[in-house]
């Protein structure tokens, strides 16, 4: 049982670069979550989904977008990297009980040059 | 819009007893009170979770009073290891959001 799995852990880009991060969990979870975390800050959502199929903006979704053609997988997209997005990004899972627990993958850390 | 509010940074010693307070702004009838740990290059990690009352598991004890504006997580004989940033937040019984504040940065010195 792997838990919340993030592909890639490092990357660098230059500016004007695309790229995509894979999140993966095998917990067979409804919600998911994409953050980023900047030095020394807390935790900023960028997008969530509540479901296969779905989508939400969260607090910071310019610059990304997001898709989950599969429960198990959410993706997020950056078009046109910026170095305002050198950050470390966590993607996180969680069941739909009450109360429930997330889940937390270990981060990829994007620098954009 | 629902939202806590914690102290920034918390100093503390090995063997003595943390406790930080979070108030909630308009927590919701149906909000759990949730607390996560972070380590330095480390995603944040569940600690404990609570509706009202008080809840007590093998790390740490969380306590809410009955009006539920605030809560307390309390960390018992602290560690070295105890070092992290702890972070209070709601938790919907029904999913969406997961909205972090800035979290608390517990310093445990020898």
């Known amino acids: 049982n792997a838990g919340v799995t993030q592909t890639p852990k490092f990357r660098v880009l230059k500016t004007g670069q695309s790229m995509t991060l894979l999140c993966a969990q095998d917990?067979?979870?409804?919600?998911m979550y994409w953050y980023r975390q900047d030095p020394g800050m807390g935790l900023r959502l960028i997008h969530y989904?509540?479901?296969?199929?779905?989508?939400a903006k969260g607090e910071v979704p310019d610059g990304y977008n997001v898709s989950r053609l599969k429960k198990q997988n959410f993706l997020l997209g950056l078009e046109s990297a910026a170095p305002s997005q050198t950050s470390v990004y966590f993607c996180?899972?969680?069941?739909?009980?009450?109360?429930?627990?997330?889940?937390f993958g270990q981060g990829t850390r994007l620098t954009v040059v | 819009l629902a939202k806590t509010t914690q102290p920034i940074s918390m100093d503390s010693y090995e063997g003595q007893e943390v406790n930080i307070t979070c108030s909630h702004n308009?927590?919701?009838?149906?909000?759990?009170i949730t607390w996560y740990q972070q380590f330095p290059s480390q995603g944040p990690r569940f600690i404990i979770q609570?509706?009202?009352t008080k809840v007590t598991n093998e790390v740490a004890s969380l306590f809410i009073p009955a009006d539920r504006k605030s809560s307390t997580l309390s960390l018992p004989r602290v560690s070295l290891s105890d070092t992290a940033v702890y972070y209070c937040?709601?938790?919907?019984?029904?999913?969406?959001?997961?909205?972090f504040g800035g979290g608390t940065r517990v310093l445990v010195k020898p």
């Open positions: 917990m067979n979870h409804e919600y």
């Open positions: 989904s509540v479901g296969e199929g779905t989508t």
């Open positions: 996180a899972s969680r069941g739909s009980g009450a109360g429930t627990e997330a889940f």
């Open positions: 609570g509706y009202k």
């Open positions: 937040l709601f938790c919907k019984a029904a999913g969406n959001k997961l909205t």
């Open positions: 308009n927590i919701a009838t149906n909000d759990y």
